[in-house]
T-cell receptor
């Protein structure tokens, strides 16, 4: 699975959009981009994933660049409860699809 | 929550003792995983399973063994616990159709 690079920390004002970047320059054509978040010491929570098209669900939007070497997770209206560690991972969506998590980005939403 | 239950949720043990953590799922998923997470770090894959009696190593498998004798249970065993295995352990299942992972609530293990 391709390696990802994320900034260690980011701040965002409550009510504003939070844009979390992820670099995955060695991604292969059959690897998906997944985003998870972990609040406090809870188990990580799935947010969204995509292959090459932009995706949106009730939690967030995922923008993947045309060359697929980077992506951005967008939380359109961040709340204090969105304060968490956000993980971007890439993996092949076949077989065991074992996922390797990096250190993620700690997002702090401030009032 | 994908019906994942981890037990025990908290355990304190002494160096050299065996420890078994259990992950139980109720939705019949094929793929199950064990991760560990240490303070300030992301999750590291210990072992995973792709079916009954089918398991493989992850990136930090030394000192750990696993077993999966039935679909719903994935056991992680520390044969002789060491202080370096003090950690929070997360079990996860993978939904085959969509690929996302769902995690249990974690088991906090302290080895004295």
């Amino acid at each position: 699975d391709a390696k990802t690079t994320q900034p260690p920390s980011m701040d965002c004002a409550e009510g504003r959009a939070a844009n979390l970047p992820c670099n995955h320059s060695t991604i292969s054509g059959n690897e998906y981009v997944y985003w998870y978040r972990q609040i406090h010491s809870q188990g990580p929570q799935y947010i969204i994933h995509g292959l090459k098209n932009n995706e949106t669900n009730e939690m967030a939007s995922l923008i993947i660049t045309e060359d697929r070497k980077s992506s951005t997770l967008i939380l359109p209206h961040a709340t204090l409860r969105d304060t968490a560690v956000y993980y971007c991972i890439v993996r092949v969506d076949t077989n065991a699809g074992k996922s390797t998590f990096g250190d993620g980005t700690t997002l702090t939403v401030k009032p | 929550d994908a019906g994942i239950t981890q037990s025990p949720r908290h355990k304190v043990t002494e160096t050299g003792t065996p420890v078994t953590l259990r992950c139980h799922q109720t939705e019949n998923h094929r793929y199950m995983y064990w991760y560990r997470q240490d303070p300030g770090h992301g999750l590291r894959l210990i072992h995973y399973s792709y079916g009954v009696k089918d398991t493989d190593k992850g990136e930090v498998s030394d000192g750990y063994s696993v077993s999966r004798s039935k679909t719903e249970d994935f056991l992680l065993t520390l044969e002789s616990a060491t202080s370096s295995q003090t950690s929070v352990y997360f079990c996860a299942i993978r939904r085959e159709l969509t690929g996302e992972l769902f995690f249990g609530e974690g088991s906090r293990l302290t080895v004295l």
